[in-house]
């Protein structure tokens, strides 16, 4: 079964884009599941390691997190770009200490980071696992410490290690 | 009769909101991009449109084409993901050519912390 279906939620995932970007049909079906199923085995050859999810529930918590927090920071950021311009507000770098060392971890961290306007992710050194953030509005360094710290790290840790 | 007549208005409503709200925020960063002046802070312009600017566009496109068509038209979606997806590769990259370049430079743009990679234990004999 592993070898013949060596990433299932890759697979069905693709099966259900080639779903959704066809109308469903059983020879639709049948065509995007061989097609899944082939790509499963050349990412597999690609990539052999293979992402663990060890809790599925938190994923809709972390989902509805970064939506509401990508609806209000687009709010901070289109403000801030139509009333201060250039006026008082100040940009900073940032440099947080990240504790998740995963690389989908990491990986689906710098999405957030950078779906989320107002967090610009400039790098992640591995040596000491720091992360440099550029973060547009210098005031809210100790929100978006937090914001990373104490919501989005442990749910990460949950869900990958 | 258009198929756009045959819109109820409780659907076209909510469209033309977020056709109008998505539309806005993209303008909202283009402008954005045109008027901010160094380099990090142009980073953060565009994500407003690859944010809620392309969300509430794909929303209104959903809803309406799924309206219309009487059948649940959600590829759109697809598209949203791709974005998402795919935006931080580019960012990133961007990122980190300017943060190569500004130390190599030693351009005063950097605060000091930020002149070295952080794992650096001395400093290079040239930067």
Known sequence: ?161 | MSPLQAVPLFIAIPVAIMVVLGSTLTLIGALGFARLTSFYDRLHAPTLATSWGTGGIIIASALMFSVIEGRAVIHEFVIGLCIVVTTPVTLMMLARAALQRDRAERSPVLPEDMQLRPQHPEPPAQG
């Open chain 1, 1 to 161: 079964m592993t070898r013949l279906v060596p990433h299932p939620v890759l697979s069905a995932s693709l099966v259900l884009l080639w779903l959704m970007l066809t109308r469903f049909s059983l020879g639709y079906l049948i065509l995007g599941t061989a097609l899944s199923l082939v790509a499963g085995w050349a990412y597999s050859a690609l990539h052999p390691a293979k992402p663990r999810v060890r809790r599925w529930r938190v994923i809709p918590r972390l989902v509805a997190t970064l939506l509401w927090d990508i609806i209000l920071s687009n709010i901070n950021v289109a403000r801030l770009l139509l009333t201060e311009g250039r006026g008082t507000r100040r940009s900073a770098f940032m440099q947080v200490p990240l504790k998740i060392t995963d690389e989908n971890a990491l990986a689906v961290l710098a999405i957030i980071l950078t779906a989320t306007p107002g967090t610009a992710w400039l790098e992640y050194v591995a040596d000491t696992g720091t992360l440099v953030l550029h973060i547009f509005d210098a005031t809210q360094a100790d929100h978006y410490r937090d914001v990373i710290g104490k919501t989005y790290e442990p749910m990460l840790m949950e869900i990958f290690e």
